[in-house]
């Protein structure tokens, strides 16, 4: 059980955080903090607290309440709220918070607190001590480091102090050829139809999935399934989400919940098979992978393999395109989309993604609905 101490103060976001864990390995240990000294109290009562939430915009020495807090527990997971946008803050002012606190999740408030984000960070729980004892080595040299010259004799020992803290900068760096060249960038999208695995007597496949939580992928998913049965093809769409969302659709289409199926078994009987996947990645804010979400049946992501067409849902708000970059810079992910595969959006997608030459809509706009046309309709 995932152990939570909160310290929202003006924001009232707990009790919906409590709905949403009813049924998850997480619990808030105390009620929602009101001040400093209540949370330093209950985190001294329990020291060994997996996650603390505190929100630091209301607070005046952040750096001393800090300190306080991981003077007291070591491993916990400190989760800073800080006010603005992530773009208002230069990277050294939250490198400074890792470097001193052991802190590596930051939620910025600037648009309202994302509750997908905050339980994300949450289903991390505590650091490990390994990360307690990387952080602490560079306070502990730091004296050493000031005045190599004054001490000859220890030269070699200085060396190999400053190695430490470089190899943890160094771990940055494997990002940068990432975005310099993705796979994926070789790969222009083409004005021609891209639709795979698809033969005369078998049906289409159409894949979706979310790169959160509530980007719409079973919205989407119906959306197509009408669609598409309006204009003259047997369409079947199956759930395999974990919620029974199909059972209150009545339209054209075919719907279905279910935990697994078999392609073969469709294949002749409708022209479209349209398959909602949910969301199978737990990705921070950052951008950082940490498995596959909780209760997902990793074998549904072979579906993947076996459609014409592979949706990726994402919203375009600044805390959510780097779990969309993950997979267009991820090497394993990068490697196998291809123009089959297209990334939708709330609004128009975001200009940072541009550069990376893969099929991007805005999910409502005239082009993307065009596009659907012109793979299914225009035989």
Known sequence: MISVISAFY???????LKKDIENQDMAFICDDCANTVMLMMEIEKYPNVDVVLVNLSEIKNTD???AEIRSVSKTARIVPIISGLRKQY??????GYRKRYNIEDIIFEGKGLDKLEILSIMNKGRLTVEQEIKEEIPAEISKPIEKPVEIPAKTSDAVETVTKPEIKQKRKKPEKPKREKPPAMDIKPKKKKVLQHRSADKS???????TTHGAGITNMTASLAEYLAGNGKRVIAFNLSGGDEFKYISGQAQYRDVSSFDISEFEKDYDVILIDLGTPYRISSGGKYSGFSDGYDYRNIEFLK???LQIVMSLSDAWHIKKCEYFLTDEQWAGQISNSYIFLFD????????KYAVNQFNRNSQSFAEEIARLFLLE
């Not at 230069?90 to 490198?95: A, H, I, N």
């Not at 609004?347 to 541009?354: D, F, H, V, Y």
């Open 64 to 66: 001393a309440h800090l």
């Open 204 to 210: 289409s496949v159409i894949s979706l999935f979310g």
């Open 10 to 16: 003006s924001q009232a976001i707990q009790d919906e």
């Open 347 to 354: 609004t128009e997608p975001p200009k940072s993604l541009q």
């Open 90 to 95: 230069v990277q050294s002012q939250l490198d």
């Open 306 to 308: 076996k459609s014409s």
